[in-house]
Structure formats: structure tokens, C-alpha cells
Nanobody, 124 residues
């Protein structure tokens, strides 16, 4: 069974930084893109960032572009999200997800496997 486990969430002041990590069991089928999504209370889950299998391509939501950086280390079965210049509106539960795809897709329903989520709270 494929498992994804996020870590690194917490409480931070506006302007601060956090680094989220997601460790996953190796998928049988490759390649697979990895994505980070987030969901705030009362809102739909939204795409934050994605990265291809090789790491050569990344994609970001406009709301986080220039502040967040996604990366991955396939040798460690891990994907990361460096979050800088955090804002209160970044507060949400953050999920990592795996998509058996060669491209990055922004639609949550396209992803095959999900982690349980980690809470990020940014205080003003």
C-alpha cells in the first residue's frame, strides 16, 4: 500500500518560513509527478505546487509564486515545500500527493495517492 506522510507544519508569524517534507513509499509505476495542495476551512482543496518525476519542471499557483519552492529527492522518496514570506492567507492543511503522470496537473482528482495532511498556521 502506498503511503505518503507529511511533516514540518506548525505555527509561524507572518513573514516567516517553514519547510514541509513528504516521505512516500516507492510507487511501482513510474514516472509520477508530485504535488502539494492545501485546504483552508470552508474552502476547496487547491493546487499549490507540482514537480515532475525528474524534477526538471515545476509549477506554482500564482498566489505562492516567488515565495514557495518545491523540490524532490527520488533517492530518499521525498518531496519538499520551502515556504517563505508566509502570509496569514497561507493558513491551511497542506497535503502532498502523487500522480502517475509525466506532466504536472493542477486538478486534485487527477492525483492517485494522498498524505494525511499537516497544519500550517500563519499568525498576523
Amino acid at each position: 500500500q502506498v503511503q505518503l506522510v507529511e511533516s514540518g507544519g506548525g505555527l509561524v508569524q507572518a513573514g516567516g518560513s517553514l519547510r514541509l517534507s513528504c516521505t512516500y513509499s516507492r510507487l511501482i509505476v513510474t514516472p509520477y509527478a508530485m504535488g502539494w495542495f492545501r485546504q483552508a476551512p470552508g474552502k476547496e482543496r487547491e493546487f499549490v505546487a507540482g514537480i515532475t518525476w525528474s524534477g526538471s519542471r515545476t509549477d506554482y499557483a500564482d498566489s505562492v509564486k516567488g515565495r514557495f519552492i518545491i523540490s524532490r529527492d527520488n533517492a530518499k522518496n521525498s518531496v519538499y515545500l520551502q515556504m517563505n514570506s508566509l502570509k496569514p492567507e497561507d493558513t491551511a492543511v497542506y497535503y502532498c500527493a502523487a500522480d502517475v503522470s509525466v506532466v504536472i496537473r493542477r486538478i486534485a482528482s487527477a492525483y492517485d495517492y494522498w498524505g494525511q495532511g499537516t497544519q500550517v498556521t500563519v499568525s498576523s
